[in-house]
Structures are given as C-alpha cells and as structure tokens.
C-alpha cells in the first residue's frame, strides 16, 4: 500500500487528458453495472478501443478501477478547491463553512460509491471501514492543508487543523455508510445553517 503523502500526491497530480475518454467510459460502466460485472471488453467498447489497445494501457482491471478511484478524487478535491476560491473575499470563517459543506455533500452523493454500497457492499465496506484508515488518513491531510492555509492567512482563530480534519474526516466517512439522518445532504443552504450552528462553534470558530 503506498504512503499517504504518495497516494495525495498522485490524487493532487494534473489529470492526464489523455485517458479522460477511457476513464470516463469505465466510469459509465462501473456505473451500469458495478465494477465486478463490468468487463474490460465492455469497458474497451465503450471507449471505442480493441481490447488489446485497452491491456496495453492497463494490465488488469484493478489497475483501471484504481485510476477510476484517482480522477474521481481529483475531481472532488477540484470541486472543493473551487468552491474555496469562489468564497475568496469572504471571512475565513464562511470559507469553512464552504469547505464543510463541499466536503460532506460530494463524498455523501457521489455516484460510484452510493452504487457500491447498494450493489457490492462486500467489496467496498471494508476500504470504508476495517481498512479506512488511509482514506480518512488521505482526507485529512488535504483538509488540514486547507485549514492551515486559512490560518496562515490570519483569517480564523488557531486551533488543532489536523484534528479538526480527523473530525471532518471521519463525519464524512459516517455521512457515506449512513446518509439517512438529521445532517442535511440534498439542501445546501441547510448544510451551510448546519456547519454555522455546530461545526464552527465546536471548533471554536464564531459564526459571522
């Protein structure tokens, strides 16, 4: 198993655009019909390559499932840096509000892994729970650097980021296993109430 900060830096990498179109086709099919029942041969149909083109690129389907998991995280990680830099200009306190909300609603609406959890729960439940720790090791350390880069801005008061984003990390591993709750998931507007009234204050971080 690589390190974390191997794992983050690969995540953290450019996409190569490359294998955008092949990702996205086994996305699409992972999608349809899981990862176990997808075929590479569908998959290579899909992208509109021969199987052996296909090979020649990946060795074997976990290396393609692999490079699926990178680009959606990269993906994710993109879509949160966005909703950060569209908050610039804003108290640091609301910009951790965004990375809350951006956090939590993405991982607990993504696609392949609701499809996952409903349809191979065998295969994905235990790199969720029994072996999460370097995902939520990932995790943390990518939001710690974004809580660091809004303390050293000088825009919210200091506290602990790393555990901070222990914290963020394993509510958002909870929020995935059990989205079903009190912790509004679908209205964003109601998560940033939610992260104003008890993540900020838990923290100590005042609302504006």
Do not use: C, H, W
């Amino acid at each position: 198993m690589p390190s974390v900060p191997t794992i983050l830096q690969r995540i953290l990498e450019k996409p190569r655009a490359e294998g955008e179109q092949l990702l996205e086709s086994a996305l699409s099919a992972f999608l349809d019909f899981g990862i176990k029942r997808t075929s590479m041969g569908e998959i290579a149909r899909r992208a509109g390559i021969s199987p052996a083109t296909l090979y020649r690129r990946f060795e074997s389907k976990n290396d393609l499932v692999a490079a699926v998991g990178v680009r959606e995280a990269q993906l994710f990680i993109a879509q949160i840096d966005e909703r950060v830099r569209a908050a610039n200009g804003t108290p640091g306190n609301e910009q951790m509000v965004e990375i809350f909300v951006a956090f939590i609603i993405q991982l607990a609406n993504n696609k392949l892994l609701q499809r996952l959890l409903r349809t191979e729960p065998d295969t994905v439940l235990p790199r969720l729970t029994t072996e999460a720790g370097p995902i939520l090791a990932v995790g943390r350390t990518y939001l710690a650097e974004k809580l660091r880069e809004l303390q050293a801005a000088g825009d919210v008061p200091a506290f602990d980021a790393d555990l901070v984003a222990e914290v963020l990390a394993r509510l958002g591993q909870s929020l995935v296993l059990t989205p079903d709750g009190l912790i509004p998931l679908t209205d964003e507007t109601a998560a940033r109430e939610f992260a104003r009234r008890t993540v900020l204050p838990m923290i100590g971080v005042q609302p504006v």
